[in-house]
């Protein structure tokens, strides 16, 4: 079994990105009010890009499933440039 190719990153442009953290957080009852972006930084090493967040607005007691969150979405995307 292929391992890399097991656990690859779904390439995803910067706005499908925004899309999918803003419906995973809108899920969660006490990330409904989290107000974030998107933003895209260079990779070091692999010479392609990468992403994170910047929060702009999260309640206290929604930093860690909103971190969580996140985290995983992270995992499975890997940001491309817009076709």
């Known amino acids: 079994m292929d391992f890399e190719t097991l656990f690859a990153k779904t390439p995803a442009t910067l706005d499908e990105i925004k899309r999918r ?6 899920r969660h009852p ?3 009010d989290v107000q974030f972006d ?3 930084m260079p990779r070091i090493g ?9 929060w702009q607005t999260v309640a206290p007691d929604a930093l860690w ?3 969580d969150i996140i985290a995983d979405i992270q995992d499975a995307y890997e940001l ?3 076709a």
């Open 38 to 40: 998107v933003v895209g």
């Open 46 to 54: 692999s010479g392609g890009r990468n992403w994170t967040i910047s």
């Open 30 to 32: 006490l990330c409904r």
């Open 21 to 26: 953290v803003a419906y995973a957080l809108e």
């Open 80 to 82: 491309v440039a817009a």
């Open 65 to 67: 499933e909103a971190s």
